[in-house]
């Protein structure tokens, strides 16, 4: 890994907000999955969560680029989703037009924050609703009364990333990603074919120096050079 893709690499991964993410319920279209991943990546969104329909268990389907930088955590369903995310003490949104619902712009992003989206037929469950702190809408001016699942998303976190980034939390993230979380990333990144090979013999990813190099033992040089 040359020294310019490892400053980007740390770069990028600084500004990432472990605190705010996303929960797709029953999405099924892998082109919106898709859009949802990159939207993430493009406001430094770490990871999303995913309660995926019966018939789509995996992300073969979405962008592989995206997918290499925004980590997806499924869960079988939406109770154990929002169950995780409420115990980390996250205020937890779900978009739905109700009585009570208010201008996702209202919302204090700024909060550790994860935002519930509904499936492209029927929204979100009634038990989504249920665990919700609060329904949030996106105004509509038009005929129509929503907005296609990823094009929501984008205009959420780019509210998001705006009160995040008055309140200066792109440079100084409230709960920073672990360092080694931060040299997983730059191992499997930075050195795709070492970090193929040492995941199929079960090795311990090494460390990655201040260079972009990797750091390990001549033992393991050995054992990730045998056939």
Not at 4 to 9: D, F, K, T
Not at 74 to 98: C, E, F, G, R, Y
Request: with cysteine; charged share 20%; hydrophobic share 40%.
């Amino acid at each position: 890994m040359n020294l310019e893709r490892y400053q980007r690499i740390q770069q990028v991964l600084k500004s990432r907000q472990t605190d705010l993410t996303f929960c797709l319920e029953e999405v099924h279209k892998p082109n919106n999955v898709s859009a949802v991943i990159r939207s993430a990546d493009a406001t430094a969104i770490h990871k999303i969560h995913a309660v995926w329909p019966n018939a789509m268990r995996t992300l073969s389907h979405t962008s592989a680029g995206a997918r290499n930088w925004v980590e997806v955590e499924t869960h079988d369903t939406i109770n154990d989703a929002v169950n995780i995310l409420k115990q980390q003490n996250m205020q937890v949104l779900v978009t739905n037009l109700s009585e009570t619902a208010v201008d996702f712009r209202d919302i204090n992003y700024t909060k550790p924050t994860a935002i519930i989206l509904g499936g492209e037929k029927m929204g979100a469950s009634e038990q989504a609703k249920q665990l919700a702190d609060q329904d949030i809408i996106i105004p509509m001016l038009g005929m129509v009364q929503s907005l296609n699942v990823s094009v929501a998303s984008a205009v959420i976190m780019y509210e998001a990333q705006r009160q995040r980034q008055a309140a200066g939390l792109y440079d100084n993230p409230a709960n920073p990603i672990a360092e080694s979380t931060v040299q997983k990333v730059l191992f499997e990144r930075g050195h795709p074919v070492l970090a193929k090979v040492a995941k199929r013999k079960g090795l311990p990813y090494p460390l990655i120096d201040e260079q972009g190099e990797v750091i390990a033992s001549e033992d393991w040089w050995r054992e990730m050079q045998q056939k």
